[in-house]
């Protein structure tokens, strides 16, 4: 069984990261990544839908450690990709990758103090098994078998073609056709103007509106820096501008709702045509970043609509019939294609198994701490991002914050870190948020705190100051040594006592 000091799972932007932090901050650590599919990139290589983009600025986006150095800002799915993979091959990061290893199951062992993870290696899903003193899951947070179905009535009867964003196939067709698109969140909104280019109409189909918010595919003040500064310097510039504002907008419009939702709407007006119902189609009925705000790059959306080659119609969906959709209000949307971007499918560390010492742990029952590890399991944290925020704000933070234990943990001579759980603390959900895949999800979520360290703040410069600052050994993170087994001790004994 092949060993290493720290096995991360999952290749995409938050392991390419973790292999980043952990070579160059704790050099002195072993480590594979294993990736369950056959390329790099996570998110950016699985989705393949027409127009496929970033919803954050890639100044915030991108890692700290390399500069994003692209045009724009709002960058496209194979650009990211790309970069992803520029990163690994540039620091040898892709070296440390087993593909089409799927992690599957994680055992924790006091006695030697390590993971024995297993795989299902290949299409034959052969079971192949390491170990590791310390397992960083980097594996994100939803499905990758397939995106949420709500289970549509009639589905079998449309004869058209029915597709989710999360499985785009190469050979879907939709130029000169009817597209209905179900859905009004980022997907949809990215994939309603990039079809309208080519197909008959395409209509967005919502059951409730969303905010969204215009903005330049490329940032003109940044890229002026960039012409003028060295490359880190405006990089970081650029960065921390853009990290500020999304802070101020975000805690404005949670002290002042009313008047953030009335700008947003404003602004909003300005790129529809004057006569357009904006009261029905583009206020929502919940507050400004209750949900994720929808970025539209350049008014591709707006524009669509005011070239008549797209719409949007706000009701609920009766049943699919032969030719379409019929709705609750008794109207049919006519289509040859239906996209159902209805959103992700939650899952908790890849669905992994964990059992600590031969108990198995739900870990939907425990509660984070600093948001990347789970109390009472040891050695194991996990990447997460922002929801209010870019992901990889928060997972370089994380990856940062792993190699401080991971080399505070050698100095101290004390391999094995554990948060130990605090029953008198107050539970809450971990994602405030009320978004539909995260209230789907909300049961096999694990819990956060009302005090610290297991609450999550969702805000960049708090994290920045704890989790690059803050204390390792902070009273709630305790630290051991392995247990001592005499030779011939039966090991499955000592895990059951």
Partial sequence: MDHVDVIIVGAGLSGIGAGYHL???????????????DAIGGTWDLFRYPGIRSDSDMF????????????????????????????????????HIRFNHMVKRASWDSATARWTVEAERGAAKEIVRFTCNFLFMCSGYY??????????????????????PQQWPEDLDYKNKKVVVIGSGATAV???????????????????????????????????????????????????????????????????????KHYLIEMLKKELPPDYDVKTHFTPNYNPWDQRLCLVPDSDFFQAIKNQKA??????????????????????????????????????????QVTVDGQPRNLSKSMSYKGMMYSDVPNLASAFGYTNASWTLKCDLTCEYVTRLLNYMDRKGTPIATPKGDPTIEEAPWLDFSSGYVQRAKDILPKQGMKNPWKLYQNYALDLVTLRFGKVDDGTLTFSKPRQVPANTDQAAIAAE
Avoid: C
């Fill in 23 to 37: 070579q160059t901050e704790a050099p002195q650590k072993t480590y594979m990544i294993l990736e369950g599919r």
């Fill in 311 to 352: 719409s949007v119609v706000t009701d609920t969906i009766d049943r699919f019939t032969p030719t379409g959709i019929k709705l609750s209000s008794g109207k049919e949307l006519e289509a040859d294609i239906i996209v159902t971007a209805t959103g992700l499918a939650l899952e908790l560390l890849g669905g992994l």
């Fill in 143 to 164: 499905s990758y078998k397939g995106g949420y179905d709500p289970g549509f009535a009639g589905r079998e009867d449309f004869k058209g073609r029915i597709v989710h």
């Fill in 190 to 260: 990215t994939v309603v103007p990039e079809m309208a280019k080519d197909a008959a109409h395409v209509t967005m189909l919502q059951r409730s509106p969303t905010y969204m918010v215009s903005r330049p595919a490329e940032d003109a003040s940044a890229n002026w820096l960039r012409a003028h500064l060295p490359s880190m310097l405006a990089y970081q510039l650029i960065r921390w501008r853009n990290v500020l504002f999304g802070m101020y907008f975000f805690n404005k419009s949670r002290k002042s709702p009313k008047q953030v």
């Fill in 60 to 95: 915030t986006l991108g890692y700290n450690f390399k500069p994003w150095g692209e045009a724009k800002a709002i960058a496209d799915g194979p650009s990211i990709r790309k970069y992803v993979r520029e990163t690994a091959s540039e620091n040898g990061i892709d070296k």
